[in-house]
């Protein structure tokens, strides 16, 4: 099992930007996809971005592709989610997901990750 704990939410107006990082616990980071979801309130929880293990390939849901980054320090055990031109429509909890199967090269949609942080509040101002 891996332990995620998400920092850097808040509240930013829009066109503003964040940067979300999750630093995970356990030796097996190196070896899991990771990916960012979201969830506003009476939605239900979405895919934002996942990444590889060794933080060469990427995945984006449409609805950020272009303004969000996705990125791993597997020194430091941490995974960051950079938002840019942020949007009212981006206002949500966004929580950090572990990859299910160590090394594996699916890492987008929820039935690929096992192990999920708390979530971290960001709101967008308009």
């Known amino acids: 099992q891996v332990q995620l704990v998400e920092s850097g939410g808040g509240l930013v107006q829009a066109g503003g930007s964040l940067r979300l990082s999750c630093a995970a616990s356990?030796?097996?980071?190196?070896?899991?996809?990771m990916g960012w979801f979201r969830q506003a309130p009476g939605k239900e929880r979405e895919f934002v971005a996942g990444i590889s293990t060794n933080g060469l390939g990427t995945f984006y849901a449409g609805s950020v592709k272009g303004r969000f980054t996705i990125s791993r320090d597997n020194s430091k055990n941490t995974v960051y989610l950079q938002m840019n031109s942020l949007k009212s429509e981006d206002t949500a909890v966004y929580y950090c997901?572990?990859?299910?199967?160590?090394?594996?090269?699916?890492?987008?949609?929820?039935?690929?990750?096992?192990?999920w942080g708390q979530g971290t509040q960001v709101t967008v101002s308009s």
């Open positions: 356990g030796r097996t980071f190196s070896s899991r996809p």
């Open positions: 997901a572990a990859g299910s199967t160590p090394f594996g090269s699916s890492y987008s949609s929820y039935s690929d990750f096992g192990s």
